[in-house]
């Protein structure tokens, strides 16, 4: 059993220094691959999967045989990632030439050079969950002590991840919401105008705007818009 290059609590330290608000969430990803590859005994390969209702991807890995085992099981439709994704919990293969529950997979996994397995689910949040999938060379490669670390880097990065995700959802409804905002606001400098030209009141405003942009079919910000630069232009 190859022997870790980092010590997992030093793993841990790293990934805890790691600051939301400086790093994506695929980097945080990257990070929680190789970390782990560094710090689980006999690791040789590190993917990270993330499964939507029965949609897997492999969104980070530290070789080319991680993902192509991921992928396989998403073609497949069955596999440790995917079951150890969807129970949150982790699935051992200690020995490919053995399995007996995904013996194609096992096989694929063994003309890859692959001789044993570790999937450690990640519950991120009720609609994304995920697997830490841990690859290792000859056949139980990963004893008692090895899936204890596994199992123990897997829950903190379990937590990384969950907050990584919700901080880039924030992130995106705040730029959502922000954009929202604008649209609202050149919409009433639009309806201020119209109610200047026609001494009509907002909602009488807001009807000529909507009937303009079903009209144009046109987004309805896009129109009020227009008219907005329209007044600014002629008012110079």
Not at 1 to 16: C, F, I, Y
Not at 148 to 172: I, P
Not at 219 to 234: M, Q, S, Y
Request: proline fraction near 4%; charged fraction near 20%; include cysteine.
């Amino acid at each position: 059993m190859s022997q870790p290059s980092t010590d997992p609590v030093d793993a841990l330290a790293e990934l805890g220094r790691i600051r939301l608000d400086q790093t994506s969430l695929d980097d945080m990803l990257g990070q929680v691959a190789r970390l782990a590859n560094r710090s689980i005994p006999g690791a040789e390969q590190v993917s990270v999967t993330l499964l939507r209702g029965r949609v897997g991807r492999t969104l980070v890995f530290t070789d080319e045989v991680a993902r192509d085992l991921d992928e396989w099981q998403y073609e497949h439709g069955h596999g440790p990632c995917l079951d150890a994704s969807a129970a949150g919990s982790p699935i051992s293969v200690p020995d490919m030439g053995a399995e007996q529950r995904w013996p194609d997979w096992a096989a694929h996994a063994r003309t890859a050079g692959v001789g044993s397995s570790l999937s450690i689910g990640l519950p991120i949040q009720s609609a994304v969950v995920g697997a830490l999938n841990v690859y290792g060379g000859p056949a139980h490669a990963f004893d008692r002590d090895a899936i204890a670390t596994a199992e123990g880097f897997a829950r903190y990065a379990a937590v990384a991840l969950a907050n990584a995700h919700l901080y880039d959802s924030a992130t995106t409804l705040a730029e959502h919401m922000q954009e929202a905002m604008r649209n609202r606001a050149v919409i009433e400098q639009a309806k201020g105008i119209i109610m200047g030209e026609r001494h009509c009141t907002p909602e009488e405003a807001f009807g000529l705007l909507s009937k303009l942009s079903q009209d144009t079919n046109r987004k309805l910000r896009d129109v009020a818009a227009a008219l907005v630069a329209n007044a600014v232009e002629t008012g110079r």
